[in-house]
């Protein structure tokens, strides 16, 4: 923590009840594995998830800068970066193209390939696949995650919270 002691505070979140999703979120996963193409750490990641049992999720975050949450008692509240972002992928379609459906609601037709970095697998593989799945509706899911291991900066794991960004 940088010689910052650490505050524990009480605060009202909301939470993607995932736990709830793992049946569905899990047989879509090992459909997908096997007729798609996933690297090993994907898999494995993905699998350590499931195994240990998927969680309830905290999606808001006490801070000053994201995208608010537009709901009454939440006011001062933003989207964790990792919720809303995958989100952005079929928002920014939708803003640039009319028939953005024809991505995103065709999954018949469309094979998703995504690219990623090992601590982005959870998000990739689970969080973002298990939203769209709880919606109900048909939409276009990963098939296909490349995962690389962990980004390095000056011989140690790139992370903006260790202060790894700048020198």
Known sequence: MCGK???LTTSKHL????DKIQPRSEAWYKETVEKGKW?????????TFLKDGLKKR???RDLKWGVPVPLAGYEGKVFYVWFDAPIGYISITGALLPDWEKWWKNPDNVE????IGKDNILFHSLMFPSSLIGTGEKYTLVKHISSTEFL????T?????RYRLNK
């Open 15 to 18: 939470y993607l009840d995932l």
């Open 5 to 7: 002691t650490p505050v």
């Open 58 to 60: 905290c999606i808001t």
């Open 112 to 115: 998703l390939y995504q690219f």
């Open 39 to 47: 690297t090993n750490n994907a898999i494995t990641t993905t699998n």
């Open 157 to 161: 794991k790139f992370s903006k919270s």
């Open 152 to 155: 390095n900066y000056e011989g």
